[in-house]
């Protein structure tokens, strides 16, 4: 079976290049959103933080995790892996079948207590 797996997984580069590729594109969209909604998004493609003050203090970690080829989200005392679905093309929440964007629109969207689309 590792065998098996280990061709399923992508390679460290490959896994880095679509990771980058996220972070950016979901940087930008933090941004925006965060100016918007009052929130601040700090950090790179290594790790990003998304800061929240109102209606109550809290941060939110979006990394990759390399080893296991996965993007783990913290937040909301919660951890969410996702791997990514080469037929998405998108990193995926296997649990929900939630994307990147669709995981952190519903934790930010519980965060502030309204609908927020990333």
Not at 36 to 48: A, C, N, R, T
Request: avoid cysteine; proline fraction near 3%.
């Amino acid at each position: 079976m590792p065998f098996v797996y280990a061709q399923l997984m992508l390679d460290e580069k490959d896994f880095q290049r679509k990771a980058d590729a996220a972070f950016d594109d979901l940087r930008k969209r933090l941004l925006a959103l965060g100016d918007e909604h009052g929130f601040d998004v700090e950090g790179e493609s290594g790790k990003l933080e998304v800061i929240f003050e109102e209606p109550q203090e809290a941060k939110f970690v979006i990394s990759p995790n390399t080893p296991v080829r996965e993007i783990w989200i913290s937040a909301l005392s919660t951890s969410f892996k996702l791997a990514w679905n080469a037929r998405r093309n998108a990193f995926v929440l296997e649990k929900t079948g939630e994307d990147l964007y669709g995981v952190m629109s519903r934790v930010i969207s519980q965060q502030l207590g309204e609908e927020v689309k990333v």
